[in-house]
């Protein structure tokens, strides 16, 4: 996990910087269709089976955090890199969620700096925190009487959902 925060630091505002210069429509749908690349490939079985080392990480991470940066995307790069490790599906999602949390902190700082941060993000920030909250809070009951393979399945098929509804926005 060393290794992918510690690119965050630097890739993170690359991406944050593309994301305010690019145009919001051709933006929007390449967060839908990277999502729902990544999701068909989780789908149908792709695994990164490759070695898991500094370099992978490091490039791994990079990726994230650009993709974080720039539209969102670090959750489904995450996802695609974690859920391939022959590792059980707790570690999986620790891994995810801790990276993914750093990243989006970290994505925060150059938008407030860059003064992006208004009053009516924080306060649909604010609305979506409840909701957020709950999900959370029940994905995580969910997942204490789910399999490995039923979580796998379950995040493969919420990144679909999620890649047809911002592609289609």
């Known amino acids: 996990m060393g290794p992918v ?21 051709p933006i929007r749908r390449f967060m839908g269709v990277v999502i729902l690349l990544f999701a068909v490939l989780m789908l149908f079985g792709w695994r990164y089976r490759g070695p898991r080392n500094l370099g992978t990480s490091v490039m ?25 490790a022959p590792d059980v599906s707790r570690v999986q999602r620790a891994n995810m969620y801790i990276s993914v949390m750093t990243m989006s902190l970290l994505t925060m700082i150059p938008l407030a700096i860059g003064g992006y941060a208004t009053e009516d993000t924080r306060t649909r920030s604010l609305a979506l925190l409840a909701p957020y909250a709950f999900a959370v809070w029940l994905g995580a009951r969910l997942f204490r009487i789910s399999s490995d393979r039923s979580y796998q399945l379950s995040a493969i098929w919420l990144l679909m959902a999620i890649g047809i509804s911002v592609s289609t926005l």
Do not use: E
């Open 5 to 25: 925060l510690l690119t965050a630091v630097i890739a993170t505002p690359i991406g944050v910087f593309l994301l305010v210069i690019g145009d919001p429509g």
């Open 60 to 84: 791994s991470g990079a990726i994230a955090d650009l993709l974080n940066g720039f539209a969102g995307l670090a959750r489904t790069w995450m996802s695609l890199y974690f859920l391939s």
